[in-house]
């Protein structure tokens, strides 16, 4: 098409001569039809303010170095510099004209089942049915305060990191775990387990812990929430230590792990 496509510039001639496509009366023409045909060379009116004669200018000095051959069509790759078309030439030239400068990267961990990976990925990008969530996309909730405490609203900060509930949780683990208190914002959770000295396996293990405690938090939320059954902080902090355990000993490749160790998070 000789105002659709881009044949002669890298965008279409419409963007580039937006004055002359809106006099032009056959806007579907073709490349040939336009430059050999005499009958659809037809405006609205012969173009005659300022802007529609320089752009007529531009056009026709353009067009003047156009010329037409037999060959059929063929689609041409103007991608990046000498490199051929493929896969990967695209997705780099895709990559160059992101920015990534405020992406969130979660490092997931490995031996926690994926729906703790993808709970924690969503929690981070705000995109668990919180009730503020939900909010925002128009659905109203009538209870919006977080149930546990009754003084904060339901949101990922509150819930994971402000309400005493999770405070508590928080306080447990890192008593177990021997490691200071870690409950200023919810994405210091995640990166907890790279702090210190510690060796790969206790690292992997926290790292896991720290996931586990989100999924189960989370969980012990929709049950008060849905069921109306409200679970102590014993309770979900008993069941992040039987979890966890089990997921590491058969997930993480060790088997011969005991209950033992893990309950005093010794022998990493």
Known sequence: ????????????LKDKFPSLFHLEVV????????????GLWLW????????????????????NLVRLSSNPDCWSWAGLGTEGFSVAVVKKLIDSKRDYSSRIVVD?????PLKCNILVWRAVMDRIPTVDALAKRVVIVADEECRFCNAGSDTVTHFFTACPLALGLWEKNSFWCRVLNFFVFFRDLLEIH?????????RNALHGIVFTACWVLWKARNILRFNG??????EIFSEVKVVSFFWF??????????GRDWCKFVNM
């Open 229 to 234: 059954k409200k679970r102590s902080v014993d």
């Open 108 to 112: 997931w961990c490995k031996w926690v």
């Open 1 to 12: 098409m000789f105002w659709l496509d881009p044949w002669l510039f890298d965008v279409p």
């Open 44 to 63: 609205r009116h012969d173009p005659d303010s300022e802007v529609e004669r320089i752009e007529w200018q531009s056009l026709t000095s353009v067009l």
């Open 27 to 38: 806007k579907t023409c073709s490349v040939r039809d336009w430059l050999e045909g005499e």
């Open 249 to 258: 000993k058969h997930r993480a490749m060790n088997g011969k792990f005991v």
């Open 194 to 202: 790279n702090s210190g000295i510690r060796g790969t396996t206790e």
